[in-house]
Every structure is written in structure tokens, then in C-alpha cells.
Nanobody, 124 residues
Framework: VQLQASGGGLVQAGGSLSFSCVPS????????MGWFRQAPGAEREFVAA????????YYAASAKGRFTIARDNAKSTVYLQMSSLKPEDTAVYYC??????????????????WGKGTLVTVSS
């Protein structure tokens, strides 16, 4: 199983950035896909998730209104579009997959699969 993320990078505060995650090795449309992030010195935290058909999306309070998660099951790809970025959004962002969206999912516990992470740096 692999979750290959691409995108990320350096952006100025107020800017936008997007990345994608293309998993392989499991049936994409049977999984809740999500994004987590881990800032330097902090624990990994939930950012956003999307259910199997894209009909339901879930966001952390810090992401709501600024980030958009989407998926294309035909391309087996999940996306995260981030706008109005702030320096505190600086983190390594991880793609995640699990078959259910539960309280455990939000805590990052019992996630079936994790991507390797992609670094986002927001400069002030």
C-alpha cells in the first residue's frame, strides 16, 4: 500500500497551495480519505476528511472556510486546496485512509494507511 502525495512547498502568508494524494494497493472508493498535519514540536492533528463518494466532508475548526478537501474516485485521487494560509499552517501534511470516519479517525488512531507526508511552509 502506498499513499503518494504531491504538492506542498513554500508560500507566503495569505497565499494558496494545493496538493494531491494518489493511493494504491487498496480500493480507493471504499475508504474515507483525509489529511492530517504535524507542526514542529506538536502532535499530529486532523485537518479534513471526505467520505467514500465525496458527499460528506469534515474539517477541523482551523481549516473550515479556508481549506477544501475533494476526491475523484475515477482517478483515485484526493485533493486538499488551502487558501488564506497562515504561518501557523506550517507543518508536514499527511494523507490518510481508513474505512470509517469516527472519533478515532479524528484523533488519528486506528488509521489504516498513512502517506509519507509533504512539507508546507508558510512565511510571514
Amino acid at each position: 500500500v502506498q499513499l503518494q502525495a504531491s504538492g506542498g512547498g513554500l508560500v507566503q502568508a495569505g497565499g494558496s497551495l494545493s496538493f494531491s494524494c494518489v493511493p494504491s494497493g487498496f480500493t480507493f472508493n471504499q475508504y474515507v480519505m483525509g489529511w492530517f498535519r504535524q507542526a514542529p514540536g506538536a502532535e499530529r492533528e486532523f485537518v479534513a476528511a471526505i467520505n467514500w463518494n465525496g458527499g460528506s466532508t469534515y474539517y477541523a475548526a482551523s481549516a473550515k472556510g479556508r481549506f477544501t478537501i475533494a476526491r475523484d474516485n475515477a482517478k483515485s485521487t484526493v485533493y486538499l486546496q488551502m487558501s488564506s494560509l497562515k504561518p501557523e499552517d506550517t507543518a508536514v501534511y499527511y494523507c490518510a485512509a481508513d474505512q470509517r470516519y469516527t472519533a478515532s479517525y479524528v484523533r488519528g488512531a486506528d488509521i489504516n494507511y498513512w502517506g509519507k507526508g509533504t512539507l508546507v511552509t508558510v512565511s510571514s
